[in-house]
């Protein structure tokens, strides 16, 4: 079966400082991709970053980046230069390239203090 | 201009109810999805439709119907509410594969049923 691992439900850090926010994943497939989405109180689901498995380069957003380990199945999101805007439930995803669907974690909030 | 949108936001509704969310998206995709988001936050794919033909039914009860009337729009029919089906119900969008980018997520309506 196919699952997303986050690990860590909670998760704070101070503005300005920089935090990693874990992601573990199963699949015997070579050809998928990940995702990271970001859940605001407003519940609205934003796409974060995405990572094609095939791509060793991490991916990098302005102050998002990833670290993507392939052999260790890892996909960690790093926020640099944290704000408070950055305060909401994080969400690391996976889809097969032959599917459409979203395989979801369970999700990290993150709490941002001044 | 709003990409997928979702009507109502809010549903209150008694249980054995009948009831519909409707879903529209204006990006010209031809794929959309409803997901569903429980109390826990866990999110979890329930359809997917592809130029309004049904791709993926996640073991959903028949109680939800999907309809796509057209590609722009994917609506979700839930007959004889249940207490468990309070959750927050996503309709999302995509192009036919998600190699080319993303999904892109409506705002989510809350379904209470009392």
């Known amino acids: 079966a196919q699952t997303v691992t986050q690990s860590q439900p909670e998760m704070s850090v101070q503005e300005a400082e920089t935090v990693t926010l874990s992601c573990t994943y199963d699949?015997?497939?070579?050809?998928?991709?990940l995702f990271w989405y970001k859940q605001p109180p407003s519940r609205q689901m934003i796409l974060v970053i995405r990572?094609?498995?095939?791509?060793?380069q991490n991916a990098t957003e302005n102050r998002f980046s990833v670290n993507f380990q392939k052999a260790a199945k890892s996909f960690s999101l790093k926020i640099s230069d944290s704000q408070l805007g950055d305060a909401a439930m994080y969400f690391c995803?996976?889809?097969?390239?032959?599917?459409?669907?979203?395989?979801f974690g369970t999700g990290t909030r993150l709490q941002v203090f001044p | 201009d709003t990409a997928v949108s979702q009507t109502p936001k809010y549903l209150v509704t008694q249980m054995g109810n009948d009831k519909s969310i409707k879903c529209e998206q204006n990006?010209?995709?031809?794929?959309m999805y409803w997901y569903k988001q429980d109390s826990k936050k866990f999110l979890k794919i329930m359809f997917s439709?592809?130029?309004?033909?049904?791709?993926i039914n996640e073991t959903v009860p028949n109680r939800f119907s999907p309809k796509s009337p057209d590609k722009a729009h994917l609506n979700l029919h839930i007959n004889s509410l249940e207490l468990g089906d309070s959750a927050v119900y996503f309709c999302?969008?995509?192009?036919?594969?998600?190699?080319?980018?993303?999904?892109?997520f409506g705002p989510g309506t809350r379904l209470l049923v009392l």
């Open positions: 999302a969008s995509s192009r036919r594969s998600l190699a080319e980018e993303t999904q892109y």
């Open positions: 699949t015997s497939e070579s050809d998928y991709y």
């Open positions: 990572q094609e498995a095939y791509k060793q």
């Open positions: 995803a996976y889809s097969l390239d032959n599917t459409d669907k979203l395989i």
């Open positions: 990006l010209g995709h031809d794929t």
């Open positions: 439709y592809n130029n309004k033909e049904l791709i």
